[in-house]
């Protein structure tokens, strides 16, 4: 942990962080999906641990405040996710992951709700599971997913994300997922297709391939 | 771990235990000519302006989405109807930019210079990205994406 933020500054669980928002769990964790509250992460061999700077949730809270709904551009200069960028590219580029990241926290929290926001309403889905083809709507995903339940220890990486003006591929590794229906760490390969649509990025497609454990 | 697909991944089985993957002795060069095989497809009714040529390349749940100028066209018959209003395409100039391999599930990325026709105009580039499926029949496009680059085409007239 970085020095100058002694234990006494830092938020340390999910719990924590709500109860200085004055949210609930639910609400601080869209909040971290979808409007980049700047919580961190603890990798551990059992399961990973949250938690957050204070200095870092004023900041963001304060800018929150100022215009809402807008992510936090410039007193969180430290935070790699609300740096304001230039580059066109750079802008492109944050925007998906942060539709990604969307994702990734519903798949973390075991909550398909809310990942819903970061889909087209059309989306689709397809994939194999042990073998069998599975094709349909994106519903089936935020189903699989909150019955799923907490998956708190997976492990994602962004292995390709490519842009081409109005639609993107990406494709993401996660490993450690787990869960009443994953089982305990599996590993799955995930290509995503993007559409821009009005002004965000959006999921038209979930393909998947899990791997055999 | 939960045995039974159904509870595993509730979402509609299309092929119940009929069909296995051989994913240990993947033969990479089998695997990557017949996805660019079922991307010809796709070229070749493009090409002729019939979309009885690229039907079979299509999974029947595809999907496919993108910006014609600034209507959001979604939906395979859109494609094939468009492909058929558009006509015969001879100039068009398909380049595979990259194909990617992971066991089931393909990524291919096209770009298509000189595309022509009743519809498109002429000198029009059209990325696409093609995301396929691998089945007993063969790989499907179980998606495409396009991007259409209106400014290119202006220019290029």
Redesign the interface.
């Known amino acids: 942990m970085p020095e100058r933020n002694t234990p006494q500054k830092t938020l340390e669980s999910w719990k924590q962080i709500a109860a200085y928002l004055e949210r609930s769990e639910r609400t601080v964790r869209r909040w971290e999906a979808t409007e980049g509250l700047p919580v961190h992460r603890r990798e551990h061999e059992r399961q990973d641990t949250v938690f957050a700077y204070r200095h870092e949730i004023e900041a963001w809270s304060r800018l929150r405040t100022k215009s809402p709904g807008a992510i936090p551009s410039e007193d969180a200069g430290s935070l790699a996710p609300a740096k304001p960028v230039a580059n066109a590219y750079l802008t492109e580029h944050d925007a998906i992951t942060r539709t990604m990241h969307c994702y990734i926290a519903g798949a973390r929290a075991g909550d398909g709700d809310l990942m819903r926001s970061a889909f ?1 309403p ?1 989306a ?13 709507s994106v519903e ?1 995903v935020f ?2 997913v909150t ?1 799923n339940g907490p998956a708190p220890n997976i492990n994602p990486r962004f292995a ?1 994300i ?1 842009i ?4 993107a ?1 990406v ?1 993401l590794e996660v490993q450690r997922w787990s869960g ?2 994953a ?2 760490n599996a590993r799955a ?1 995930d ?1 995503f ?1 993007l ?1 821009k ?1 009005n002004g965000e990025w959006k999921i ?2 979930k ?3 899990w ?3 | ?2 045995t039974d ?1 159904g ?11 009929l ?3 051989r ?1 240990t002795k993947t033969e990479y060069l089998a695997e990557y000519d017949g996805i660019v095989k079922t991307v010809q497809m796709y070229i070749d009714g493009s090409k002729q302006g019939k979309s009885e040529l690229m039907r079979p390349a299509f ?1 029947p ?1 595809a ?1 496919f ?3 014609a100028g600034e209507q ?1 066209a ?1 939906g395979t018959q859109f494609l094939f109807d468009w492909i058929d209003k558009n006509g015969p395409a001879p100039k068009i100039e398909p380049r595979v930019v990259s194909v ?1 391999i ?4 393909a ?1 291919v ?1 096209l770009e298509v210079a000189g595309w022509s026709g009743k519809l498109a105009g002429s000198g029009v580039r059209m ?1 696409d ?1 093609f ?1 396929l ?3 007993p029949s063969g790989w499907k496009i ?2 495409k ?3 259409w ?1 209106v400014a290119e085409s202006s220019l290029a007239a």
Do not use: N
């Open positions: 087209h059309f689709t889905i397809s994939g194999y599971c042990q073998g069998v083809e599975y094709s349909g089936h189903q699989w019955e390709r490519e081409i003006e109005s639609i591929v494709h009443k229906l089982g305990a390969s290509v297709t559409l649509w038209t497609h393909l998947f391939h791997h055999d454990q | 771990m939960a697909f509870r595993t991944c509730p979402l509609t089985p299309r092929i119940r235990g069909y296995r993957l994913m999974h749940d999907s989405f993108g910006y959001l979604v990617d992971l066991d089931s599930i990524v990325r990325s990205l995301t499926l691998k089945t179980i998606q994406a396009f991007h680059h």
